[in-house]
């Protein structure tokens, strides 16, 4: 999910603007939290209102203000990545029901081999369903957590909103071409902990400007469009083209013949989406005060009855 090969390059690259925060240091900020993977993270795990009420109690805890945000109507553009990940779950249900029934004709470490396939398996057919969301949506409503949806992907509107918040919690690295100065990864629920990003200084340590990293980053291939050759491969013809050139990096690559003109104008539009200039991501989105908010003890109390919590 997101640019591809993205992650490996910039820790290869970048270690120093890379760091594992404790979120204590983040009291009283306002953060963006692109809801979904935790939302099949959660479920994969077998208890997502649970899991989702901790998330929300470390946040309060430590006085942070999350927005919560779902994602909306996928853009057209993303099509063809929605398909194909509608045909993997797919296959990887049918590969799990075909080894679920031979199961019995395995015994010692090969049972145990199979079983562990089977595992891998069931997490790739996760699906959240509708009662799903709503659920944690009365979970935040009851909890004083502020949620809005998307009017298109939900990284598109963190990215909109950097200016607004301290930074950006997701998994999904498409958040890095959208500009936002901090992006916090890997949250975890058991130390209180996340992976603090700093853009700034990565764009620095790389030499980039921005323009330039996004530039860099629709070349890499994503959810939007694929690339036969990776990130690092682009960085280096980036290097050069700094050393002979001052057109953008996406003319040059079409100038030497490295990118057709039909793969320019594809990545040209998605470097558009990167920067806003096609779509408009607070179309139909409310003014959302970023704070937490009351707590109704009672409908609280009722969705987490819901969840199995038991009261005295």
Same mark, same amino acid.
């Given at each position: ?12 690259? =970048? #270690? !120093?603007?890379?760091? /594992?925060?404790?979120?204590? @240091?983040?009291?009283?900020?306002? %953060? *963006? ?75 010692? =470490? #090969? !049972?145990?081999?199979? /079983?562990?396939?089977?595992? @891998?398996?069931?997490?790739?057919? %996760? *699906? ?75 764009? =620095? ?9 996004? @530039? ?97």
């Amino acid at each position: 999910m997101g640019i591809h090969l993205l992650q490996t390059f910039i820790t290869s690259l =970048n #270690d !120093r603007s890379i760091k /594992e925060r404790h979120l204590r @240091e983040f009291s009283n900020k306002k %953060i *963006t939290i692109d809801i979904s993977i935790y939302l099949y993270r959660f479920k994969e795990m077998g208890n997502l209102l649970e899991n989702m009420y901790l998330m929300c109690s470390i946040f309060r805890y430590y006085n942070i203000h999350p927005l919560f945000i779902f994602d909306g109507k996928h853009l057209k553009n993303k099509n063809q990545t929605i398909q194909k990940r509608k045909e993997n779950r797919k296959q990887a249900q049918t590969t799990f029901i075909e080894l679920k029934r031979k199961l019995h004709t395995f015994t010692g =470490n #090969d !049972r145990i081999n199979i /079983e562990v396939k089977m595992d @891998e398996l069931r997490k790739q057919f %996760i *699906t959240v369903t509708k009662d799903d969301i709503k659920n944690v949506k009365e979970l935040f409503e009851s909890y004083g957590i502020t949620y809005i949806t998307a009017t298109h992907e939900a990284d598109e509107l963190c990215g909109a909103l950097n200016k607004e918040v301290h930074a950006c919690l997701t998994e999904d690295t498409d958040i890095m071409a959208y500009g936002c100065k901090r992006i916090f990864r890997y949250f975890s629920l058991m130390k209180h902990t996340v992976v603090v990003y700093n853009m700034d200084l990565i764009l =620095n340590n790389l030499n980039m400007t921005l323009s330039d990293f996004q @530039e860099l980053c629709v070349c890499s291939g994503n959810d939007y469009i694929s690339s036969d050759k990776n990130i690092f491969y682009y960085y280096d013809l980036y290097r050069l083209y700094k050393r002979t050139t001052q057109t953008g990096f996406l003319e040059w690559l079409l100038q030497k013949r490295y990118i057709s003109l039909q793969d320019y104008h594809k990545r040209r539009e998605i470097y558009d989406l990167y920067t806003f200039k096609t779509t408009d991501p607070f179309k139909g989105i409310r003014y959302t005060l970023i704070k937490n908010k009351y707590i109704k003890k009672d409908k609280l109390m009722c969705v987490l009855k819901k969840a199995g919590f038991i009261f005295p």
